[in-house]
């Protein structure tokens, strides 16, 4: 067993270090020596530090084996205007949307309304290609030097993604939409956002992962999103999930707030073979602060690990973690969340929550909400708490004429009911897909 | 409406019902007392549907149907209603929300249409007023952070815009202050009708004062050990079950 591990470890890393040679010159930015310079720091630390193992104490109850015995492939842009037409209905038609596929740009499937000035929403290889000096700066210190297998990868492949900038004093309140289209059997997708925002501005930015519709193709996205926020800020970040049933999504959204910022994470995970989302938050300056919410539903043979990380480096800095999980079936949820309050973080204030619900004898769920606190003038709080439906809560709806499929399915929706309260744009939101809709919405009687 | 004959059942292996009989007729309200552990309540769950007791001899036939062989939703759908001892909290699902599911449930299975919004409102918001319950109950969750008093009002809310045609209130008064037993009592009151019948289980003469039953059954040991009318629970109410009980087994023995 583990020397299958080893070797399947050992093979992927081989194997994604010759697709980067094989791709390498035709990446974007190839010739772009800053860039260069990053991908070499890339490569090396990829190569030392390969892919986690279960005795990764971060990757305990995940394994990668079902993502690494079998091989991805970078992927070329796609043009076919046929398939680009029957996306046009999945997308919808916000008013600010980036729409991707297989990981590019898609120039006709997206749209920018008129934006405030100095503002800019584009894709990474524009930006890249034609105004690399609206990155720089960041690059050093951010993501990209980060000691994460996925993040390096990311880095190595980094072809396309999310360009969002917003100056001084500039809201948004048009939600933009990120959308990601993908599919393809063995298409590997690495995807780089960077959403930055400067003192007293604001943006809400919905991540949206689907695949085209009855697509059971097996394919691997690797996504990066990274958030600075100046003094002052504010970043609403969504992310939904609905990947083909047999896709990978190996997801890192990596967050550093200055004073006074306010960063809010909402996610929900649903469809997708195996899904691994992290969130890991520096709360850099004074009065900085993380909410981070999610909903994760795993069915059939699904594996979904939620990650969180949130650092409090500063004084009076807060953070709280709302994770609620539904597990059915042969499902497996995993939820390990870490609050770090360092010495400087005094009086600060961090919560940490995950609820789940068990619908399956055989569904397995890990949660570990651990906190690491080196200071004592602090207000900390963690729990997590697991269970099944309430048998006498069904018999109660049955004896109220609900049949046992929807007495099941009310409890469900009430379980997931006050998380998805907290999640603002997802009561309004147009664009949700109809699967979606019918699990989160209760159909209330309106006076 | 209802025959119960020489019905025993259990759980796990204890036996809790050790044959009752009783028949309960269109438009009749039958009350039901005993002492603690007498099984009032076990008769009040297997009459609903519940799950996980054993039925080890006898027959229940609802309107001509065998009780026994439907669910606790096809039950319901019957026209059979449970007012619960402890009604359960649904926190997330609002009471309306489960007001008109239920309603609705129970409409489709009579060949009726579903309501809309504005003439469910209507008609729940008559029933709220039989109650005596503000507007406010419907938005609140179910039964969540409800007082003693008002779950049960809200179970007779249930039962009124549910309209069964036997329903069965266990312990209902129970933990009621007198303004509350009041309203639940106005509630059962309001609902008797020709082709209503209803059991109400209690443990106290009480109710019966603002109820009047047909009938008065005293539950003992898993079985009806004593019928009468209303003088029987005004009897118990003076002498205790002992006195009787004991008078029971002399004359039985």
Sequence with gaps: MIHTKTTAHANALTHYLAEYRRVAKDLIGAGEKQLQTLRQVAVNQFSELGFPTLKHPNWRHTSLIPLLQKPFFAVSPVVNVKLIDALKPAIGDGDNRLVFVNGFFSSSLSKIAVLPPHATINHLADIIEHHPECLPTHWEKSAFCEKNSFTSLNTLFMQDGAYIYLPPHTKLCAPIELVFVTYGEQNFVPIRNIIMVQENSQVIVVEKYISLADEENSYFTNSVTECFLAAQSGIEHYKLLEESKNAMHIGNIIVQQQESSRFSAYSLALTGALIRSDVRVQLCQAHAQCHLKSLYYARENQHIDQQTTVDHLSPETQSTAFYKGIVDDHACGVFNGKLIVREKAVKSKAQQLNKNLLLSPSAEIYTKPQLEIFVDDIQCMHGASTGQLDETAIFYLRARGLSAEDARTLLIKAFIHDVIQQMPLLSTYPFLSHSVKNLLTLDYVSV | ?253
Excluded: W
């Design chain 2, 1 to 253: 409406m209802l025959v119960i004959k020489d019905f025993h059942a259990g759980i796990d292996s204890k036996i809790i019902l050790r044959g009752v009989n009783l028949q309960v007729n269109a438009g009749e309200i039958h009350a039901i007392m005993g002492p603690n552990g007498s099984g009032k309540s076990t008769l009040a769950n297997l009459l609903a549907g519940r799950e996980g007791y054993t039925i080890t001899q006898g027959s229940i036939d609802y309107l001509g149907e065998d009780l026994c062989a439907l669910l606790p939703d096809q039950r319901a759908r019957a026209g059979l209603f449970l007012a619960f001892q402890y009604p359960v909290e649904i926190p997330g699902v609002s009471n309306v929300y489960l007001l008109k599911a239920a309603l609705n449930a129970i409409r489709k299975a009579r060949g009726e249409p579903e309501l809309d919004a504005m003439d469910f409102l209507t008609r729940v918001k008559e029933k709220l007023k039989l109650v005596e319950m503000d507007q406010d109950f419907l938005y609140r969750y179910v039964n969540t952070g409800f007082s003693g008093g008002e779950k049960k009002r809200n179970e007779i809310l249930q039962m009124a815009l549910l309209e069964p045609k036997l329903a069965i209130l266990d312990e209902t008064d129970s933990g009621l202050d007198i303004d509350a037993l009041k309203i639940v009592a106005n509630g059962v009151n309001h609902l008797r009708a020709p082709d209503r019948a209803m059991i109400l289980i209690t443990h106290y003469q009480r109710l019966l004062d603002y109820v009047k039953p047909d009938a008065v059954h005293i539950l003992a040991g898993g079985k009806i050990v004593c019928s009468g009318d209303f003088g029987l629970a005004q009897t118990l109410e003076k002498e205790g079950y002992a006195a009787i009980l004991q008078e029971e087994s002399l004359m039985s023995s």
